[in-house]
């Protein structure tokens, strides 16, 4: 790529910390699996940590590929045939009643057929943003018909093209030059790749298109609405609807990056979009202005609870903060519900709708682990997150049991918007509650089995989502396998005691990895406990604020894995991907 301002190369959540974190986590790693005098008694426990040493050893790998499509982990395809002139305009007569064409409010059947004009039909060629904007634009309609297209046959070719245009897409912007002047299509052109790199898995890639998109609206005064006073009306909701588009993307890597946005709330006076607004259909307005509420309130927990400036508050102060973000995502949540139970199923996409319904409160109660987190107090071996987390991973669960039906591009959105941006909290919460209680964790040991069947399912979406697969089967897989050795050691010692261990450091094999768990984002309870009592904020007694950032950090670190060629033993069982 011409511009090194775009290119994930110069990601900073790859920092110093991180490389250190990293290389202290290989060597205990190493210590645990090579030196420890129990490990050679497991030979699937000595698989397993052998392979999350491998993985933290990918932690200072930069991500340096520009492609969307998977680099690895699901093969390429031959790339079809380009597209004929017959099937352009057919592509261009089913626009208008698409979902795509649906919530792209700036188009017109005649804006979009003189851009499909410019890049298939003029002579001289169109510059990298306006290729960008219609390979982008063709990939959303052909993965769209691919899946709801009656023609079975168009359906297949519209897969096909699909691949074309991620193709083509990957050419244009790594033809994009340094300095782009702001315009609204370029904006557009830069949000679009952005979303379509997030549904290839390519996470740092999308963090800078979408970098770039809202430093556009920021220059075009999108975020003012004094800058709009002459525009019509419609006029007007196009940009604001632009611009919160922009900010989703711009505020959607808080959590999942650790990365601070471009856009900030206090430089905002655009209104949200209403629900009346005929921008969009309604059921869609309701969700996309949940989520745009959520990626900021994300934004705020990351600011007020992780950073290391809010982990020198005192405890009173991180429990206030904490309080008062809970009652904001809560109210996000009641305005959610509130809206949605005013507007009309959809007729057509009702399906999508509940799905997203799902996926927003898997979305709510994820964020809320993340918040109930920060709340730690020494006195107790349970964290206040514990019930968030379990209620997101069964939501999880249960969304693909009932909607298992929808289109395979709904799904893939699900993938990459929801599992894979959502705050890996609920896993790691639950997978810590397992280690501090071995002798009481089936249930917990069944919801993350349950879990990771639900992930292996939907690895066929993307080379991301089989990493989150074989990530959580690691882990999965050790929490077990951990279990049994505690379990097998209390009755090789007469007697099985089914109570707590917080003691539980210092065991062969397994306990030796709390440094490295705790690196990538799996802590083991410190000494004397971990998070919060019973009631979510009860208790005040002193914590070490510093553990909290190694956690945050440690599963930055863990999502930083999602797109690293992971290597794991063939014993291990991942096996194909169909």
Same mark, same amino acid.
């Given at each position: 790529?011409?511009?090194?301002?775009?290119?994930?190369?110069?990601?900073?959540?790859?920092?110093?910390?991180?490389?250190t974190?990293?290389?202290?986590a290989?060597?205990?790693?190493e210590q645990?699996?090579?030196?420890?005098?129990?490990?050679?008694?497991?030979?699937?426990?000595?698989?397993?940590?052998?392979?999350?040493r491998?993985?933290v050893?990918?932690?200072?790998?930069?991500?340096?590929?520009t492609?969307?499509?998977?680099?690895?982990?699901l093969?390429?395809?031959?790339?079809?045939?380009?597209?004929?002139?017959?099937?352009?305009?057919?592509?261009?007569?089913?626009?208008?009643?698409?979902?795509t064409?649906?919530?792209?409010?700036?188009l017109?059947?005649?804006?979009?057929?003189?851009?499909?004009?410019?890049?298939?039909?003029?002579?001289?060629?169109?510059?990298?943003?306006?290729?960008?904007?219609?390979?982008?634009?063709l990939?959303?309609?052909?993965?769209?018909?691919?899946?709801?297209?009656?023609?079975v046959?168009?359906?297949?070719?519209?897969k096909?093209?699909?691949?074309l245009?991620?193709?083509?897409?990957?050419?244009a912007v790594?033809?994009?030059?340094?300095?782009?002047?702001?315009?609204?299509?370029?904006a557009?052109?830069?949000?679009?790749?952005?979303?379509?790199?997030?549904n290839?898995?390519k996470?740092?890639?999308?963090?800078?298109?979408?970098?770039?998109?809202?430093?556009?609206?920021?220059s075009?005064?999108?975020?003012?609405?004094?800058?709009?006073?002459s525009?019509?009306d419609?006029?007007?909701?196009?940009k604001?609807?632009?611009?919160w588009?922009?900010?989703?993307?711009?505020?959607?890597?808080?959590?999942?990056?650790?990365?601070?946005?471009?856009?900030?709330?206090?430089?905002?006076?655009?209104?949200r979009?209403?629900?009346?607004?005929?921008?969009?259909?309604?059921?869609f307005?309701?969700?996309f202005?949940?989520?745009t509420?959520?990626?900021?309130?994300?934004?705020?927990?990351?600011?007020?609870?992780?950073?290391?400036?809010?982990l020198?508050?005192?405890v009173?102060?991180?429990?206030?903060?904490?309080?008062?973000?809970?009652?904001?995502l809560?109210?996000?949540l009641?305005?959610?519900q +509130?809206? @949605?139970s005013?507007? *009309?199923?959809?007729?057509? /996409?009702?399906g !999508?709708?509940?799905?997203?319904?799902?996926? &927003? %409160?898997?979305?709510?109660?994820?964020?809320?682990?993340?918040?109930?987190h920060?709340?730690?107090?020494?006195?107790?071996?349970?964290?206040?997150?514990?019930?968030?987390?379990?209620?997101?991973?069964?939501?999880?669960?249960?969304?693909?049991?009932?909607?298992?039906?929808?289109?395979d591009?709904?799904?893939?959105?699900?993938?990459?918007?929801?599992l +894979?941006? @959502?705050?890996?909290? *609920?896993?790691t919460?639950? /997978?810590?509650? !397992?280690?501090?209680?071995p002798?009481?964790? &089936? %249930?917990?040991?069944?919801?993350?089995?349950?879990?990771?069947?639900?992930l292996?399912?939907?690895?066929?979406f993307?080379?991301?989502?089989?990493?989150?697969?074989?990530?959580?089967?690691?882990f999965?897989?050790?929490?077990?396998?951990?279990?049994?050795?505690?379990?097998?050691?209390?009755?090789?010692?007469?007697?099985?005691e089914?109570?707590?261990?917080?003691?539980?450091?210092?065991? *062969?094999?397994v306990?030796?990895?709390?440094?490295?768990?705790?690196?990538?984002?799996?802590?083991?309870?410190?000494?004397?406990g971990?998070?919060?009592?019973?009631?979510?904020?009860?208790?005040?007694?002193?914590?070490d604020a510093?553990?909290?950032?190694?956690?945050y950090?440690?599963?930055?670190?863990?999502?930083?894995?999602l797109?690293?060629?992971?290597?794991?033993?063939?014993?291990?069982?991942?096996?194909?991907?169909?």
């Amino acid at each position: 790529m011409n511009s090194p301002a775009i290119s994930p190369n110069n990601d900073t959540a790859y920092d110093a910390t991180t490389l250190t974190q990293s290389a202290v986590a290989s060597r205990l790693i190493e210590q645990a699996v090579v030196n420890s005098p129990g490990a050679y008694q497991n030979a699937e426990l000595v698989a397993a940590l052998h392979s999350l040493r491998d993985m933290v050893g990918k932690i200072d790998e930069v991500p340096s590929s520009t492609e969307l499509d998977p680099p690895h982990g699901l093969a390429k395809a031959e790339q079809p045939e380009p597209p004929t002139e017959e099937e352009i305009e057919r592509l261009l007569r089913k626009a208008e009643g698409s979902l795509t064409f649906k919530l792209s409010p700036e188009l017109t059947l005649p804006i979009l057929k003189d851009k499909f004009d410019s890049v298939f039909r003029r002579i001289e060629a169109a510059d990298a943003i306006r290729q960008v904007y219609v390979y982008g634009l063709l990939w959303n309609l052909c993965t769209e018909f691919g899946d709801l297209e009656p023609d079975v046959a168009f359906a297949a070719r519209c897969k096909g093209l699909a691949r074309l245009f991620t193709a083509r897409l990957e050419q244009a912007v790594a033809e994009l030059k340094l300095i782009i002047p702001a315009s609204a299509e370029a904006a557009y052109a830069l949000a679009m790749a952005a979303g379509i790199a997030v549904n290839q898995g390519k996470a740092h890639l999308a963090l800078s298109l979408s970098s770039h998109a809202a430093s556009m609206v920021l220059s075009l005064g999108y975020h003012r609405l004094s800058t709009m006073q002459s525009d019509t009306d419609y006029a007007r909701q196009v940009k604001i609807s632009l611009f919160w588009m922009v900010y989703w993307f711009d505020t959607s890597f808080s959590v999942r990056l650790g990365h601070a946005p471009v856009i900030r709330d206090y430089d905002i006076t655009v209104p949200r979009l209403s629900s009346c607004s005929s921008i969009m259909p309604s059921a869609f307005l309701v969700a996309f202005n949940y989520s745009t509420t959520l990626s900021g309130l994300q934004c705020q927990v990351v600011e007020q609870l992780y950073s290391p400036l809010a982990l020198r508050q005192s405890v009173d102060e991180r429990h206030t903060r904490a309080s008062r973000l809970m009652v904001a995502l809560e109210e996000a949540l009641n305005e959610r519900q +509130l809206a @949605a139970s005013t507007v *009309p199923q959809e007729p057509v /996409f009702g399906g !999508i709708q509940m799905l997203f319904e799902e996926s &927003d %409160a898997v979305m709510h109660h994820s964020t809320a682990a993340l918040i109930q987190h920060a709340t730690m107090s020494a006195t107790s071996s349970d964290s206040p997150a514990l019930g968030s987390a379990r209620r997101a991973l069964r939501l999880n669960v249960d969304a693909w049991k009932n909607h298992k039906h929808l289109p395979d591009f709904v799904w893939s959105g699900h993938c990459h918007w929801t599992l +894979l941006k @959502a705050p890996i909290t *609920p896993f790691t919460v639950t /997978f810590c509650h !397992i280690i501090a209680h071995p002798f009481m964790a &089936d %249930a917990d040991m069944g919801l993350l089995a349950d879990y990771v069947a639900t992930l292996k399912d939907l690895r066929r979406f993307s080379d991301g989502m089989i990493k989150m697969y074989r990530l959580c089967d690691v882990f999965c897989k050790v929490a077990t396998l951990y279990v049994h050795a505690k379990i097998n050691e209390a009755k090789q010692g007469g007697q099985v005691e089914y109570h707590d261990t917080p003691a539980w450091i210092g065991q *062969p094999a397994v306990n030796d990895i709390d440094g490295y768990l705790s690196t990538i984002g799996f802590a083991p309870p410190p000494p004397g406990g971990i998070d919060g009592g019973p009631d979510m904020f009860g208790g005040n007694e002193d914590f070490d604020a510093s553990f909290l950032l190694d956690w945050y950090e440690g599963n930055n670190s863990l999502m930083g894995f999602l797109e690293q060629d992971l290597t794991f033993p063939g014993d291990l069982g991942y096996g194909d991907t169909a």
